[in-house]
T-cell receptor
């Protein structure tokens, strides 16, 4: 089946630094990928839709200058959390669309100290 | 996008059948119904998808009445490892802008 990976699985950083999270489709090409954020005991919240070769589409309330998304190839999308703060600590999950199905990555746990 | 409503939580015992109902009154004609399972600190995992009537796979069944305003995920003979959050999603296949509802937290007890 289609596999989506994320790297790193966990990251701890200091406040004010930037963190990059990678999302890869391992055995298929994905023109569209999605980024979600999930706080403890809450549901997944869609942050943005990442389209290969074009700008990402952000959901209302998500700061595009803080959460930079780059979908440079058909197998890789990156999410960069710029100038991270403790309130950005969360579980970030990506997904990719393939053959009318959506496949999710394992998630990245970000902790900002 | 059709909004979904599910029970916040459910408890069950090992070996029992569990039915989780999802309400989606505003489902559109082209929408499919998809259920995902999520364990703590993991990404959601696809369980089953359907459009109408009944769909069955190796892990679950999905019952959809004729009006499609609700659906029921049926998990036969649950085990402790089925303790997870279950999400009902309604939309076009392929997850065009998939929006997650609150989900149902299922707790299976020994």
């Amino acid at each position: 089946g289609a596999v989506v990976s994320q790297h790193p699985s966990r990251v701890i950083c200091k406040s004010g630094t930037s963190v990059k999270i990678e999302c890869r489709s391992l055995d298929f090409q994905a023109t569209t990928m999605f980024w979600y954020r999930q706080f403890p005991k809450q549901s997944l919240m869609l942050m943005a839709t990442s389209n290969e070769g074009s700008k990402a589409t952000y959901e209302q309330g998500v700061e595009k200058d803080k959460f930079l998304i780059n979908h440079a190839s058909l197998t890789l999308s990156t999410l960069t959390v710029t100038s991270a703060h403790p309130e950005d600590s969360s579980f970030y999950i990506c997904s990719a669309r393939y053959l009318n199905e959506q496949f999710f990555g394992p998630g990245t746990r970000l902790t900002v100290l | 996008l059709a909004k979904t409503t599910q029970p916040i939580s459910m408890d069950s015992y090992e070996g029992q059948e569990v039915n989780i109902t999802c309400s989606h009154n505003n489902i559109a004609t082209n929408d499919y119904i998809t259920w995902y399972q999520q364990f703590p600190s993991q990404g959601p995992r696809f369980i089953i998808q359907g459009y109408k009537t009944k769909v069955t796979n190796e892990v679950a069944s999905l019952f959809i009445p004729a009006d499609r305003k609700s659906s029921t995920l049926s998990l036969p003979r649950v085990s402790l490892s089925d303790t997870a959050v279950y999400y009902c999603l309604v939309g076009l296949t392929g997850g065009f802008k998939t929006i997650f509802g609150a989900g149902t937290r299922l707790f299976v007890k020994a």
